[in-house]
DNA sequence: AATCGACTCAACCGCGTACTG
DNA sequence: CCAGTACGCGGTTGAGTCGAT
């Protein structure tokens, strides 16, 4: 026994929308908003469209803020961030996009962002399997934009060793954007005599755990552009084990958050930027350590009182 | 001008989850 | 607690467009 049909597919019109279709959605939810109820809306709205087109048509067209096409570098470093990060969670980067949808960032992505990727991989390793950052086994996917955050166990064996985000030559692309490849975050633990970042924990958000190079952490605490050091340039030191490199990781997220926050992509504040959808109920996270890129942010966060926290020990990379 | 292949992106599909009675 | 329903998401499809030949 199948699931019942969101509406009889024989009976109303599928296919592209025409102007007057448009008009006619948009109107409706102009002067009565969606009724949170797209089911019944097509017939108050007077469309012979199933709910879930409308509701489609409606997010990813008719919004008045949308935007499309014309992504810029900031934007291309933001989704490669995000899906070095988290994988493919369009959602969640779209969220972090103004006026971009789920489903333009993911045909951005699959279209253009990922031959740039492609591209750039190239100069570096055969391709890993893709998405290493997802542990399937850890996953517990969170619908609504719930957030529940876990300490993940570490991944059963090494899996790559780079992360990646480099500016790519200027031949790349006619935007000259960066591009970054696939693959998780490097794992590597500075060797002890060159360490220069603190020891990081890990972040772990919704049983997906990202890790950049503690090369990348120096590199923040160095005031540099972590974007430009997220590349791992030196082999691990031999005694470093894959549980090291775990446990010691920097999150992806953090080291990006000073470009981010300098950019103006998230409000002051916003100390975890880029999980923000994820770290909306902070009250039920458990963070081992989460780590901020200045001492600035680190002291805005015992002083920010108009957030929830979670528990955890919270730390300056510089 | 015609053809063909590559590319783009709007739309669809089916699944997992939240919600509701 | 359970079953039915609706929503939201990510993967996939295919019609339309564009550029090369």
Not at 100 to 106: G, H, L, S
Request: hydrophobic fraction near 35%; include cysteine.
């Amino acid at each position: 026994m199948g699931r019942a049909p969101c509406c009889d597919k024989a009976s109303v019109k599928r296919g592209p929308w025409s102007p007057e279709e448009d008009e006619l959605l948009r109107s409706y939810v102009r002067s009565h908003g969606t009724g949170g109820n797209w089911i019944a809306l097509p017939q108050k709205a007077g469309l012979n469209r199933c709910g879930k087109s409308c509701r489609l048509r409606w997010l990813n067209y008719l919004r008045p803020d949308i935007k499309h096409g014309g992504y810029t570098d900031q934007e291309d470093r933001i989704i490669c961030s995000l899906y070095n990060s988290i994988g493919s969670r369009w959602s969640i980067i779209a969220s972090k996009l103004p006026g971009r949808t789920d489903n333009d960032v993911k045909n951005y992505w699959n279209t253009k962002l990922k031959k740039k990727a492609m591209a750039m991989h190239h100069h570096h390793q055969p391709p890993p399997p893709q998405q290493q950052h997802y542990h399937h086994h850890h996953h517990h996917r969170v619908a609504g934009g719930g957030a529940r955050v876990t300490l993940v166990s570490p991944p059963p064996a090494p899996q790559s060793q780079c992360a990646s985000m480099q500016p790519s030559p200027a031949s790349a692309s006619s935007s000259g954007g960066d591009a970054c490849s696939f693959g998780a975050a490097a794992m590597y633990s500075p060797s002890p005599s060159t360490q220069q970042a603190p020891q990081a924990a890990t972040l772990a958000v919704a049983g997906y755990t990202s890790v950049a190079t503690a090369a990348a952490a120096a590199a923040v605490a160095a005031q540099r552009s972590p974007l430009d050091e997220l590349i791992c340039q030196v082999p691990p030191p031999p005694t470093t084990t894959a549980a090291d490199c775990w446990a010691s990781g920097v999150t992806l997220d953090d080291v990006f958050l000073p470009e981010l926050v300098g950019a103006g992509e998230f409000p002051n504040g916003d100390l975890f930027g880029g999980f923000g959808p994820l770290l909306q109920d902070r009250s039920s996270m458990e963070l081992s350590a989460c780590y901020f890129p200045n001492a600035a942010a680190a002291e805005m966060w015992p002083a920010a009182t108009d957030i929830v926290k979670p528990a955890g020990l919270c730390h300056s990379l510089t």
